[in-house]
């Protein structure tokens, strides 16, 4: 089992940067692809960004590429996504989620991502 917490949330104007952090327990992410989803009220979750653990590669949903940065930190079981230039539309809860042992895809899709944290709020005010 991998337990999941995201911290970072919160009010923030626009234009401004927030850091969100994931931390694991339980086993390790050092061999898992990990991603961040956001999702509004009454919307579907939305893929944001993912990593790979074997290489650190990357890839971002259209909507925050150039402005989103994940990273992740495996010796920490850590992963973090830098979000710059902030948007009233970005206001969503975050969640971050793992994928399965060695899976080398960078998926978009939630459905192939098996531990999920309980998501953490990020308000951004016009």
């Known amino acids: 089992q991998v337990q999941l917490v995201e911290s970072g949330g919160g009010l923030v104007q626009a234009g401004g940067s927030l850091r969100l952090s994931c931390a694991a327990t339980?086993?390790?992410?050092?061999?898992?692809?990990m991603g961040w989803f956001r999702q509004e009220p009454r919307k579907e979750r939305e893929f944001v960004a993912a990593?790979?653990?074997?290489?650190?590669?990357?890839r971002y949903g259209d909507s925050v590429l150039g402005r989103f940065n994940i990273s992740r930190d495996n010796a920490k079981d850590t992963v973090y996504l830098q979000m710059n230039s902030l948007k009233p539309e970005d206001t969503a809860v975050y969640y971050c989620?793992?994928?399965?042992?060695?899976?080398?895809?960078?998926?978009?899709?939630?459905?192939?991502?098996?531990?999920w944290g309980q998501g953490t709020q990020v308000t951004v005010s016009s």
């Open positions: 989620a793992a994928r399965p042992e060695g899976s080398s895809v960078l998926s978009t899709a939630s459905i192939y991502y098996e531990y």
């Open positions: 339980g086993r390790t992410l050092s061999r898992r692809n």
């Open positions: 990593i790979k653990w074997s290489d650190g590669s990357t």
